[in-house]
């Protein structure tokens, strides 16, 4: 019937859940997966909804790495990808998005 996806918090029991999320930055980014998680998406469209999510607690937590790490895991195996720092979407909020200067960081 498919894949499943299943949660574990912090109780150990494991639920069944359209998506679940874990970890340190994962309170920063709830509700962007509550908003923007739809039925049905394809591999593609999932793989970037999860690369923004991760994207975003980047940007909110000082403990989520300088890099992603993506598994999609289907029928096939597991196919890996990853995201260098310089290639993560930014994710300003509220801020203005920052001018070219001699500050400038450059990836």
Known sequence: SGGKVFGSPIGGTLVEMPWAIEGSGSTYIWSYFDDEYKEGLSREETEELVLRGIAHAMARDGSSGGLIRLVTVDKDGAAKRTVQGKDVPLILGDMPEP?????????
Do not use: F, I, L, M
Request: charge should be neutral; hydrophobic fraction near 55%.
């Open 99 to 107: 001018g070219t200067n001699a500050a400038t960081v450059v990836w």
